[in-house]
Structures are given as structure tokens and as C-alpha cells.
């Protein structure tokens, strides 16, 4: 079977393994997407210690409406995404806080 954008290579959703899996989802939709406000912060923080962040940001960087980015996903703001989409380069994420 071949793994699609939600599912690893043995076939699982790699959503089971998410460190924000049992988080409030509030913490990924904070009003203020400052990039190193302290809310984005805490954000990062569960992120950085997800063991599928990359099949995150592939998810999402396949699937994400451009018109429509919300909240902070795979450690990233919209903005950040937004820069990564279009091929520049992260101007305010912090050095090792991107998967990929
Ligand atoms: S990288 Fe962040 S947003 Fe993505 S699954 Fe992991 S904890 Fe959730």
C-alpha cells in the first residue's frame, strides 16, 4: 500500500503519534503569531518535541489552502509557511525550529 499524506509507509496515521495529540488545541491558534511572542513560543515547544513533524509539515504543505493559513503547525506560523510555500527563505524562524 502506498502511504499517502496521512498515513506512514506501514500504513499508519501518523496523527496517533502527534505530541499535540493531547494538547489543548487552543495553543496552536493564539491570537498573537508575534514569532517569538511567548504564545507562538509555547507552540514550538510541543513541535519541536513531535515525532512526526516532517510528515506534519508535509501534510500540511500539501494540503494547505495558501488563501487560508491558520495557527502554528509543524513549529510554524502562518507567515513562516507562507515562506516556505513560496520557496524564500524562513526570515523569523529560530534555527532548528523546521523539520525540514
Ligand atoms: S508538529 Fe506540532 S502541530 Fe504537527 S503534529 Fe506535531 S505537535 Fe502537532
Known amino acids: 500500500m502506498n502511504a499517502t499524506a496521512t498515513t ?3 500504513g499508519r496515521d501518523w496523527r496517533h503519534d502527534a505530541e499535540c495529540a493531547d494538547v489543548d ?3 496552536f491558534y493564539p491570537l498573537d503569531l508575534a514569532p517569538y511572542g511567548p504564545a507562538v513560543t509555547v507552540a514550538r515547544e510541543i513541535c519541536a518535541g513531535c ?3 516532517l510528515d ?3 501534510d500540511v504543505m500539501a494540503g494547505e489552502d495558501p488563501a487560508r493559513r ?3 503547525t509543524a513549529g510554524l506560523t502562518p507567515d513562516e509557511r507562507a515562506d516556505l510555500f513560496a520557496g524564500r527563505r524562513l526570515s523569523s524562524a529560530r534555527p532548528g525550529a523546521v523539520a525540514a
Request: hydrophobic letters at 45%; a neutral charge; aromatic letters at 6%.
Open 56 to 58: 506534519c509539515l508535509l
Open 8 to 10: 506512514t509507509a506501514t
Open 70 to 72: 491558520w495557527g502554528i
Open 25 to 27: 488545541p487552543e495553543i
Open 51 to 53: 515525532p512526526v513533524r
